[in-house]
Every structure is written in structure tokens, then in C-alpha cells.
């Protein structure tokens, strides 16, 4: 006879998460149609002007003739190619250089002021600057995605990594384990959910600082049809562009939150 692994009060209890996990799925869905369904009764009402706010069946009429003319997908590229740049260049540099301030106490003492207020900075009015410097075009946008993404990942990262355990780094210490042992063997694996909350804010960063770069200096990318869009009053363009890159973030958001789940132990 085949052992229970779990209890009857344990199974109902998993159960009675399933559950609940499927109804915020279910009220999530019913409030985006919801939502959608009322925005498309307002414009063709004319209870709102669908020429100023578009439509959805606007919007998907929109999607629909940018991939006959074949230009949807290569501007989908164009963005999606920076932001994953972007993104990956900023998690790599903000990791680093978090390793390196938690290494060294003085330089965290000095530089810790200086990353505050960098944070604080406006990056649009940097936009200008970054065009003198660099030029216009992927480069540039790149930059862009980096300068507005990196801070934040220096300053979660380093919260991540002070956030350990002052008792299990004095037995690291007690034991005779060096900086590197005690960042390789506890630090790092200790600080992963910080790195997944890293990971997360990037994404959000990414996209606005690739959208912010097309915006300044592009001929592609869906911040550039959004640019356009505005200039020549197509708004269709504007709400269309808007709709893909909330499901191009919301997927990379996705694939972030699968890779936390099969990583990080849920306690």
C-alpha cells in the first residue's frame, strides 16, 4: 500500500491555494477584458472622441496594417535588442560594482553619497549630452538604457548583500574565511532573492530607458512609432505602440518571475 506523503488537512489546504491562486488569475483577466470591453462601448458611443483615445479594435486595426507593411516585427526587434542590452549590461555592471562597495568598506563609506545622488538625477536631461558624446542610434540608446537602470541595481544589490546575517558572517569570520570565501560561500547565495528583486526592476528600467532613447534618437523602435505617432496626431500609432510594449515588458517580467520560482527556495 502506497504511504501518504501528506495529510487530509495538508491536501485540502494546497487545495485551498490552487484555488485562490486561480481566482486572482481569473479576476486579473476579468478586469483587463473589463476594462477593454468598456473602453471599446465608450469610443463607439462617442462618449469619448476614439480619434484623442483610439480603441482597441482601433489599436488591433493599427498592429494589423504595421505587419502588413512589414515594419511591425523589425521595430519589435529594434527595441527588443536594445532593452535586452541594456538590461543585461546594467545588471552585470550593478552587480560588480555591488561586490566591489561590499568589499570595501572606505569605498562604500565614500561613493555611497555619490550613488544617491546620481539616482536623483533627471536621466532625460541627460538625453542632449549623450547625443554629443556618443551619437544617435543603438549606441546611444543602450547608454541610455544603462544610465537609468544601473544605480538602482548597484543600490539592491548592495542592500542585498548587507542584509546577511550578521551571525552567520561573525561564524564565517570565527571560522577563518576570507572577504571572497564569505561572498562566494554565503553572501551571493544568501542575497539571491535580492538579485530576483534586482532582476525585476531592471526590467521595468529597461524598457523606459530604451523607449526614453528612441524617443531622443532613433530611426526604429517602438519609442520611435510612439514619437511619430505624436508629431503627426496618428494617436491609433501612439495607444498600438503603447499596447505591444506592455506585453513585451509584461512577458519579460513573466520569464524573470519563472526563473525566480525554479531558482529561489520558496519558503
Same mark, same amino acid.
Not at 471599446?40 to 498592429?63: G, H, M, N, Q
Given at each position: 500500500?502506497?504511504?501518504?506523503?501528506?495529510?487530509?488537512?495538508?491536501?485540502?489546504?494546497?487545495?485551498?491555494?490552487?484555488?485562490?491562486?486561480?481566482?486572482?488569475?481569473?479576476?486579473?483577466?476579468?478586469?483587463?477584458?473589463?476594462?477593454?470591453?468598456?473602453?471599446?462601448?465608450?469610443?463607439?458611443?462617442?462618449?469619448?472622441?476614439?480619434?484623442?483615445?483610439?480603441?482597441?479594435?482601433?489599436?488591433?486595426?493599427?498592429?494589423?496594417?504595421?505587419?502588413?507593411?512589414?515594419?511591425?516585427?523589425?521595430?519589435?526587434?529594434?527595441?527588443?535588442?536594445?532593452?535586452?542590452?541594456?538590461?543585461?549590461?546594467?545588471?552585470?555592471?550593478?552587480?560588480?560594482?555591488?561586490? @566591489?562597495?561590499?568589499?570595501?568598506?572606505?569605498?562604500?563609506?565614500?561613493?555611497?553619497?555619490?550613488?544617491?545622488?546620481?539616482?536623483?538625477?533627471?536621466?532625460?536631461?541627460?538625453?542632449?549630452?549623450?547625443?554629443?558624446?556618443?551619437?544617435?542610434?543603438?549606441?546611444?540608446?543602450?547608454?541610455?538604457?544603462?544610465?537609468?537602470?544601473?544605480?538602482?541595481?548597484?543600490?539592491?544589490?548592495?542592500?542585498?548583500?548587507?542584509?546577511?546575517?550578521?551571525?552567520?558572517?561573525?561564524?564565517?569570520? @570565527?571560522?577563518?574565511?576570507?572577504?571572497?570565501?564569505?561572498?562566494?560561500?554565503?553572501?551571493?547565495?544568501?542575497?539571491?532573492?535580492?538579485?530576483?528583486?534586482?532582476?525585476?526592476?531592471?526590467?521595468?528600467?529597461?524598457?523606459?530607458?530604451?523607449?526614453?532613447?528612441?524617443?531622443?534618437?532613433?530611426?526604429?523602435?517602438?519609442?520611435?512609432?510612439?514619437?511619430?505617432?505624436?508629431?503627426?496626431?496618428?494617436?491609433?500609432?501612439?495607444?498600438?505602440?503603447?499596447?505591444?510594449?506592455?506585453?513585451? @515588458?509584461?512577458?519579460?517580467?513573466?520569464?524573470? @518571475?519563472?526563473?525566480?520560482?525554479?531558482?529561489?527556495?520558496?519558503?
Amino acid at each position: 500500500m502506497k504511504k501518504e506523503i501528506y495529510s487530509r488537512e495538508h491536501r485540502a489546504y494546497l487545495k485551498k491555494l490552487k484555488l485562490k491562486r486561480a481566482l486572482v488569475i481569473l479576476v486579473r483577466w476579468f478586469i483587463l477584458l473589463a476594462a477593454l470591453a468598456v473602453w471599446e462601448i465608450l469610443a463607439l458611443f462617442k462618449v469619448i472622441d476614439p480619434f484623442i483615445t483610439s480603441s482597441p479594435s482601433r489599436v488591433v486595426k493599427t498592429i494589423v496594417s504595421l505587419y502588413r507593411e512589414k515594419t511591425l516585427f523589425y521595430n519589435i526587434g529594434v527595441t527588443l535588442a536594445e532593452t535586452f542590452t541594456g538590461f543585461a549590461a546594467a545588471v552585470i555592471i550593478g552587480y560588480a560594482v555591488a561586490v @566591489a562597495l561590499w568589499m570595501s568598506e572606505t569605498a562604500r563609506a565614500v561613493l555611497e553619497p555619490y550613488i544617491v545622488v546620481l539616482n536623483s538625477l533627471p536621466k532625460i536631461a541627460l538625453g542632449p549630452l549623450i547625443i554629443i558624446w556618443i551619437g544617435t542610434g543603438y549606441t546611444a540608446i543602450v547608454f541610455m538604457t544603462v544610465i537609468v537602470s544601473v544605480i538602482l541595481c548597484i543600490m539592491n544589490m548592495l542592500a542585498g548583500f548587507m542584509s546577511v546575517d550578521e551571525t552567520k558572517l561573525t561564524l564565517m569570520k @570565527a571560522m577563518g574565511a576570507g572577504k571572497l570565501t564569505t561572498l562566494t560561500k554565503l553572501v551571493v547565495p544568501a542575497s539571491l532573492p535580492a538579485f530576483m528583486n534586482t532582476l525585476k526592476v531592471a526590467v521595468g528600467l529597461s524598457w523606459i530607458g530604451s523607449v526614453m532613447g528612441e524617443y531622443i534618437s532613433s530611426k526604429a523602435g517602438l519609442g520611435n512609432l510612439i514619437s511619430y505617432g505624436g508629431q503627426v496626431m496618428r494617436l491609433d500609432l501612439v495607444m498600438a505602440s503603447t499596447a505591444i510594449l506592455c506585453v513585451l @515588458a509584461a512577458a519579460m517580467y513573466l520569464i524573470v @518571475a519563472l526563473i525566480e520560482r525554479i531558482t529561489v527556495k520558496q519558503y
